[in-house]
Structure formats: C-alpha cells, structure tokens
C-alpha cells in the first residue's frame, strides 16, 4: 500500500537559516497536503498541492509538489522561532483515498 | 463556531480499564476521524465515519471501537485499555471525503495506561 515517508525526522536550526524537508511516496499521488504542529498543539492545515510540479507560497515557506507527483518539498526560508514545530505532509492517491500522513519532521530553532 | 472539540484533555487508566473519548464537530461535516499520534509514528487512523451510523476500520482498529449516531459527534471506545494505548488520541472532521478535503483537528486527548 501507499506509504509517504518524510525526511529529516529532526531539524535543528539556527534562527535565520533556510531548511528544506521532504516528503516522498512510491506511488503516484493524487495531492498533497501539509500541516504544522506547534509543541503540545494539534495539526494544522496549512497549504495543498494538487498540479504536477505545482509551487505555492507562504511568506517565508515554499511548497512544491514533484513533477512525477511522487514527492513534496517545503522550503522554508530565513527561519525564525516561531517556525518551531512538527511539519507533517499528507498524501492520497484517489480522489477519493484517505490522507495518508507521514511521521512529521520536528524543527526545533535556536536563537 | 468552537470547530472540533474533544473531551476530556487527559486521563490516566489503569489497565483493563475502560473509557469512551468524546469528539463534537459544530461546521456539519460529513467524515470524521480517530487517529493515534505516537513518537516518530505520526498520525495513524484509528476508525472513521462517513456519515451519521457509518463507521469504518483505519489502519490501527484493534483495541478500539466508535459509533456515530449523531452527525455532529464521534465517540471512541476503549473497552479493556492496555498500556500500548498510551498515546495522545486526536479527532478531525472534514466535510466530505475527498483526498482534497482539509481536515480539521481538535485539540486533542492526552491518554495514560498504566
């Protein structure tokens, strides 16, 4: 079955670096979404991809969903604290398929 | 609107205990979920509902059960709690079932077995 792994598991960041996460899948997705989970709170939405090489933004934060639909990056730039938390992607392969969520990346920023 | 709501926000049981979580949705959405989130493990879904008395198994079913008798609410059981329960239970509801769909959590249930 489909299985979305999200790489790093643990970003250690210094305040004004950039980091990139990852989320990957070996089968086709039909879109994809991404949460943020502050420390001690619950998901939230905050973006979806749907189109083959697809970029949004954020402010700071650049989404971009693969050209083959098998993988999903979130860039974030100029990291501040406020950035801290669990980031998880989402991903079905219907349209009609249950999200499946990958383990989160957790990003802790050092002042 | 209070969005999604889940009672209570801790509890500690003791094995072979039992207890029901309670999750409420006030923006009249059609799926709601149950989902586990342990360390490194992520969101796995429990149970979920597409619709009012139409529940179904997720990827983690065993050791729990629900019931939807009202649209608005989505209850999970935990018969005979075990201390590989211990997780934190989280509720989201979004208004239909496409993969498209946002889903929206509530705020979570920190469980203990001991």
Not at chain 1, 42 to 65: D, M
Not at chain 2, 60 to 66: R, T
Request: glycine letters at 10%; aromatic letters at 12%.
């Amino acid at each position: 079955g489909q299985q979305v792994m999200q790489i790093p598991q643990y970003q250690h960041v210094q305040e004004g670096e950039d980091f990139t996460t990852y989320c990957n899948s070996s089968t086709t997705l039909s879109n994809i979404q991404w949460y943020k989970q502050r420390p001690g709170g619950h998901p939230v939405f905050l973006i979806q991809l749907v189109k083959s090489g697809e970029v949004k933004k954020q402010k700071r934060l650049t989404f971009q969903f693969g050209e083959a639909k098998k993988n999903s990056s979130l860039h974030i730039t100029a990291t501040q604290t406020t950035d801290v938390g669990t980031y998880f992607c989402a991903a079905a392969e219907g349209s009609w398929g249950k999200l499946q969520f990958g383990a989160g990346t957790q990003v802790v920023v050092t002042p | 609107n209070a969005g999604v709501t889940q009672t209570p926000k801790f509890r500690v049981l003791k094995t072979g205990q039992s207890m029901t979580l309670l999750c409420a949705q006030d923006m009249n959405h059609e799926y709601m979920y149950w989902y586990r989130q342990d360390p490194g493990m992520g969101l796995r879904l429990i149970h979920y509902s597409v619709g009012e008395g139409t529940t179904a198994k997720g990827e983690v079913p065993d050791g729990y059960n629900v019931s939807r008798l009202k649209k608005q609410n989505f209850l999970l059981g935990l018969e005979s709690a075990a201390p590989s329960q211990t997780s934190v239970y989280f509720c989201a509801s979004s208004y239909e079932g496409r993969s498209t769909d946002t889903q929206y959590f509530g705020p979570g249930t920190r469980l203990t077995v001991l």
